[in-house]
């Protein structure tokens, strides 16, 4: 099983819907989560920063975490075309320094 | 966030040449920085892990003598890839950390990546 996976996608939601991003992860004492944005031919932008179960929230994102069903989501409300990227989850393994990628999700917000 | 520059953005080379890529923390000191690699349409790829003042921690199968890793200072990593062949043309990343291992505040801050062309 690989440690953090995420639907390649591409998924496509309509200008103004609500993208849904998920990732799962397999250690289940990883206790930092994150979500990044790259676009095509540019290095990853970190958006969102989770460490406790529940919802954290900063404009139109909405990290959601899980620990018990060892799940991290990412919602894009009122989608726009320039959100069109691949995102990219990655949660922090306790036993090393870096953090584990998941190979992301590629979103296309058609306008 | 934390602000990471990278230097050259992009760089052309020959064959058998050595490029000297260099990553900054311009507004932070970063105890710790990567090094990645990404080719066209793939996922990133973790290559070193370089702590101030120590040797850097390379990843299974990326040759330590081929990639140099040098972190003089807190604020500066660089990456030598000695000998360049047309294989190692990608995107090369380097991201830093602000603080420790644990969380809070232990995000990385990518910066803009510099793509190695080697011809």
């Known amino acids: 099983q690989k440690e953090v996976e995420q639907n390649s996608g591409p998924l496509s939601v309509p200008e103004g819907a609500i993208a849904s991003l998920n990732c799962t992860y397999s250690d289940r004492v990883s206790q930092s989560f994150f979500w990044y944005r790259q676009y095509s031919g540019k290095s990853p932008e970190l958006i969102m920063s989770i460490y406790s179960n529940g919802d954290k929230e900063d404009g139109r994102f909405t990290a959601q975490l899980n620990k018990a069903s060892q799940y991290v989501s990412l919602l894009i409300r009122d989608s726009q075309p320039s959100d069109s990227a691949t995102y990219l989850c990655?949660?922090?393994?306790?036993?090393?320094?870096?953090?584990?990628f998941g190979p992301g999700t590629r979103l296309s917000v058609l306008p | 966030g934390a602000v990471v520059s990278q230097h050259p953005s992009r760089v052309i080379c020959k064959s058998g040449t050595s490029v000297k890529i260099e990553c900054r923390s311009l507004?932070?000191?970063?105890?710790?920085m990567f090094w990645y690699r990404q080719f066209p349409k793939q996922s990133l790829m973790l290559m070193a892990t370089s702590n101030e003042g120590s040797k850097a921690t390379y990843e299974q199968g990326v040759e330590k003598d081929k990639f140099l890793i040098n972190h003089a200072s807190l604020t500066l990593s660089t990456l030598t890839v000695t000998s360049a062949h047309p294989e190692d043309s990608s995107f090369y990343i380097c991201?830093?950390?602000?603080?420790?291992?644990?969380?809070?505040?232990?995000?990385?801050?990518f910066g803009p990546g510099t793509r190695l062309t080697v011809l």
């Open positions: 990655a949660v922090n393994m306790p036993y090393g320094q870096n953090f584990v």
């Open positions: 507004d932070f000191q970063a105890t710790t």
């Open positions: 991201s830093a950390r602000v603080g420790g291992i644990t969380p809070p505040n232990n995000e990385q801050f």
